[in-house]
């Protein structure tokens, strides 16, 4: 019942390799057997995380989010999405003493590589406990609640092939097995779902998220995600990239593939036989850069989703993780690839809490 709950506040963390995402249980009413001392605590913190959209110089919350009128074992509230750099840890576990997270006796629901490595930190610095889930039992977790509580999470993106035409469009999903996850962090995870419990990861690649930021960094001197993605919606990858027409002249038509379709991703810049591959260099754009980084990484990820949609015999494909955030790019190109290649047999599907699901479904968890 009710009583059984475990002390508030209620948060469930997904610590990442880059960022670490919070969500946040605001409950309608405290509970009543809190100690005076206690409901004092509570009714700041609340009030600090309720009223403020950014948490020092590097956390944000994102408001757009944020789900009211949820129940959580027996209680109202609404759900905020929180999420600072991982490597700001501690200066977040400084701040929440100084909001007196401290002196209150919580347990926190973690996952993420994190939960492990900042164990230590929390219970010396805020007296924390953190109770420990597996990270891809907590993002399935929280898919199918959030799926399940918001109308229009899941969606995909009609027209691919054309840029004029192409649209959000609102995707029933409510019976969704099997489907692949496609989780783009800081490296990526290909998990084939059959069941609300079954499933296996099928695959993986080191060649995510973060390896296009870092590149992108080196490439272009750009300092973070949001200016890498401004820098590739101003580029073109077709300055950078040699494109099949570049090596046929046009289609190669006996195998399908149209001429401006990327051959080799970067090879413009390299032709050292060509007398002006230097100009080539010279001519490429910080944008041009950006945007080509983006297309190499995101077509090799929709590549090894689809040979994991091929394998498992599975058409729908959910693209999540905070990769994809205002990445509106990356997830065209991913619907594109997938529409295209598979003949329109596969969807790409996405959902709005995209790299949220592993927080969420780890504050569920605790005492299920
Ligand atoms: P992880 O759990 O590995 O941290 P996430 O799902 O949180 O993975 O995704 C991290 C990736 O999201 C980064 O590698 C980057 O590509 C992208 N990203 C989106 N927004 C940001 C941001 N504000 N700061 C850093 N990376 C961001």
């Known amino acids: ?37 206690e409901v004092e605590t509570l009714r700041n913190i609340r009030r600090y995380l309720t009223k403020n959209s950014a948490y020092g110089k590097t956390g944000h919350r994102d408001i757009h989010l ?67 889930f597996d990270e891809f039992d907590s993002l399935l977790t929280g898919l199918h609640y959030i799926d399940r509580h918001n109308p229009t999470e899941c969606y995909y993106w ?46 993986g690649t080191s060649i995510g998220g973060g390896t296009f930021l870092g590149l992108c960094c080196l490439l272009t001197g750009c300092n973070s995600f949001e200016e890498a993605i401004e820098l590739a919606a101003e580029g073109d990858n077709t300055n950078v990239d040699k494109l099949v027409k570049d090596i046929y002249g046009g289609d190669y038509a006996r195998f399908g593939l149209p001429g401006d379709l990327v051959a080799s991703s970067f090879s413009a810049l390299c032709s050292f036989g060509q007398m002006n591959s230097k100009d080539r260099r010279n001519k490429a754009t910080r ?12 077509n090799n990820i929709g590549s090894i989703a689809r040979m994991c949609a ?18 509106p790019i990356a997830m065209k190109l991913l619907a594109y690839a997938m529409d295209y290649w598979s003949n329109g047999t596969m969807k790409a599907l996405f959902l709005e809490h995209e ?3 592993g927080a969420v479904g780890c504050l569920l968890k605790y005492h299920e």
Request: glycine share 8%; net charge positive; proline share 4%.
């Open 1 to 37: 019942g009710i009583d059984d709950n475990p002390s508030m506040p209620w948060f469930g963390m997904d610590i990442g390799g880059t960022l670490c995402k919070l969500v946040y249980f605001e409950p309608k009413d405290l509970p009543k057997s809190e100690t005076t001392s």
């Open 66 to 132: 944020q789900m009211e009128n949820v129940t959580i074992r027996g209680l109202e509230g609404t759900l905020h999405f929180i999420r600072f750099p991982t490597n700001e840890m501690k200066n977040f576990l400084a701040l929440a003493k100084y909001k007196g997270m401290a002196k209150l006796v919580t347990t926190v629901c973690a996952t993420g590589g994190g939960a492990y490595k900042f164990e230590d930190d929390f219970k010396r610095e805020v007296n924390m406990k953190l109770a420990k």
């Open 158 to 203: 009609s027209n691919p092939t054309e840029e004029s035409k192409c649209n959000k469009v609102k995707y029933d999903f409510s019976s969704p097995y099997p489907f692949l996850i496609v989780n783009i962090g800081s490296g990526v995870s290909v998990l084939a779902v059959y069941s609300a419990t079954n499933y296996k990861r099928v695959s």
């Open 287 to 298: 944008q041009d850069l950006a945007r080509a980084t983006l297309v190499t990484i995101t």
């Open 310 to 327: 091929i394998q498992e015999k599975i058409k729908r494909v959910v693209f999540v993780g905070n990769f994809l955030r205002v990445n």
């Open 355 to 357: 790299g949220y699901f």
